[in-house]
């Protein structure tokens, strides 16, 4: 199912496990960003695939969006990590991508709030979100979801702030033009 790039620049679908690798080298090579397991990649590929996307460009990976809507509060859109490849910076990508994501997440759902956790020193993850929230002139909350305590000391990782993201009128979610099958 290929989804429709406003700006024709990628083509934007779900993740599929063939793209899990793709996804974690990119992770893997992002500074701001933890690298999980390949396993997990696979699970959120296949098991999340309706909740998330990936854009292309040529035969490569150009960036990603993964998430799900949480099991104990199904008004909430949870996104697990966002990421641009360096070469396709700077066009927009991760904040069309959320933009989709979190349409496709609405979309017949009760789903109306967003929520992600982002590093203090994480700024493009920060931006990113603050201007989803601007744009939809809604409230962007944010505290600590994760303290460093709870990481393991040889990670030396930081508070990990839960931002909430809402509530997101569904007539605001700039949604993209329809899926296409």
């Given at each position: 199912?290929?989804?429709?790039?406003?700006?024709?620049?990628?083509?934007?679908?779900?993740?599929?496990?063939?793209?899990?690798?793709?996804?974690?080298?990119?992770?893997?090579?992002?500074?701001?960003?933890?690298?999980?397991?390949?396993?997990?990649?696979?699970?959120?590929?296949?098991?999340?695939?309706?909740?998330?996307?990936?854009?292309?460009?040529?035969?490569?990976?150009?960036?990603?969006?993964?998430?799900?809507?949480?099991?104990?509060?199904?008004?909430?859109?949870?996104?697990?990590?966002?990421?641009?490849?360096?070469?396709?910076?700077?066009?927009?990508?991760?904040?069309?991508?959320?933009?989709?994501?979190?349409?496709?997440c609405v979309r017949g759902s009760q789903v109306?709030?967003?929520?992600?956790?982002?590093?203090?020193?994480?700024?493009?993850?920060?931006?990113?979100?603050?201007?989803?929230a601007k744009q939809r002139r809604v409230p962007?909350?944010?505290?600590?979801?994760?303290?460093?305590?709870?990481?393991?000391?040889?990670?030396?990782?930081?508070?990990?702030?839960?931002?909430?993201?809402?509530?997101?009128?569904?007539?605001?979610?700039?949604?993209?033009?329809?899926?296409?099958?």
């Open positions: 199912m290929h989804i429709p790039d406003p700006l024709g620049d990628f083509e934007i679908r779900p993740p599929a496990p063939s793209d899990a690798e793709a996804i974690w080298r990119m992770v893997d090579g992002t500074p701001d960003l933890d690298s999980n397991s390949p396993y997990a990649y696979l699970l959120l590929c296949s098991h999340f695939a309706s909740t998330g996307l990936v854009a292309h460009a040529g035969d490569g990976l150009a960036g990603f969006v993964l998430g799900y809507v949480r099991p104990d509060d199904v008004s909430t859109a949870f996104v697990w990590q966002v990421a641009v490849a360096e070469t396709a910076r700077g066009q927009g990508l991760a904040r069309r991508l959320l933009d989709q994501w979190f349409a496709r109306r709030f967003m929520e992600a956790t982002v590093t203090p020193s994480n700024r493009a993850s920060r931006a990113l979100f603050t201007s989803f962007l909350e944010e505290h600590v979801g994760f303290p460093r305590l709870l990481f393991p000391e040889s990670l030396d990782h930081q508070d990990e702030i839960i931002l909430r993201i809402g509530p997101v009128i569904p007539s605001r979610t700039v949604c993209q033009p329809e899926e296409r099958s």
